[in-house]
């Protein structure tokens, strides 16, 4: 069966500070696709990452970067220098490839707070 | 880039009302579309899968006569709560996938509904 767990349920940080969102997900699947959402107030999931099991290379964009490793099976995430308008829930999500990329298992989500 | 429109993006009904909420692929045609629900301060919990031309899959648990979903156009489903109570109030997100050359969809979702039911 497949599973995500973001263990942190909530994360308060100051403006500037670096923070990692941390995602470990479980599938018998040789391949999957893992993403990152950001859910700001008004509810709107905005994609951030997607990536695809083969792909084991980290990902850098902007302030944003991702690391992902097969062996522990995580797939973290890490915001640079935050700001306030960071503050949201983080949704890390898992797709099988039977799925082709739909269907997706959502972690139980981040709730990051960058004060000022 | 894809957009996907869903309509209404809230919606206040009294108990046992019907409430309908459609979800658009509005420059591209899918012929899958999946229903997911969050509760306040939840994950999304994806409900059912919806396939054009055929019967919707719904997950273990989630009533297909509550929740009818129907996805008659390349470009349209929607979700009918039927008969709708107060534990029926929650966020219900909408997404559709648009398949890459490479065989791996590119899902985009919906700003999601907003539903309350007094």
């Known amino acids: 069966a497949q599973k995500v767990t973001q263990a942190q349920t909530e994360i308060s940080v100051v403006e500037k500070e670096d923070v990692t969102l941390d995602c470990v997900y479980e599938?018998?699947?040789?391949?999957?696709?893992l993403f990152w959402y950001k859910q700001p107030p008004s509810g709107e999931l905005v994609f951030l990452i997607r990536?695809?099991?083969?792909?084991?290379q980290n990902e850098i964009s902007g302030r944003y970067s991702w690391n992902f490793q097969k062996s522990t099976s995580s797939f973290n995430f890490t915001i640079t220098a935050s700001q306030v308008v960071d503050s949201a829930v983080y949704f890390c999500?898992?797709?099988?490839?039977?799925?082709?990329?739909?269907?997706?298992?959502f972690g139980q989500g981040t709730e990051l707070s960058v004060k000022p | 880039g894809a957009v996907v429109s869903q309509h209404p993006s809230w919606v206040i009904c009294k108990s046992g009302t019907s409430v309908k909420i459609e979800c658009r692929s509005l420059?591209?045609?899918?012929?899958?579309m999946f229903w997911y629900r969050q509760f306040p301060k939840q994950s999304l919990m994806l409900m059912a899968t919806?396939?054009?031309?055929?019967?919707?899959?719904?997950e273990q648990g989630v009533e297909k006569d509550k929740f009818l979903i129907n996805h008659a156009s390349l470009t349209l489903s929607t979700l009918t709560v039927t008969s709708a109570h107060p534990e029926d109030s929650s966020f219900y997100i909408c997404?559709?996938?648009?398949?890459?050359?490479?065989?791996?969809?590119?899902?985009?979702f919906g700003a999601g509904s907003r539903l309350t039911v007094l």
């Open positions: 990536r695809n099991s083969f792909d084991e």
């Open positions: 420059d591209f045609q899918a012929t899958t």
């Open positions: 919806s396939n054009e031309g055929s019967k919707a899959t719904y």
């Open positions: 997404s559709a996938g648009s398949l890459m050359a490479a065989g791996a969809n590119v899902l985009t």
């Open positions: 599938t018998r699947d040789t391949t999957y696709y």
């Open positions: 999500a898992l797709s099988e490839a039977r799925n082709q990329g739909g269907k997706l298992i």
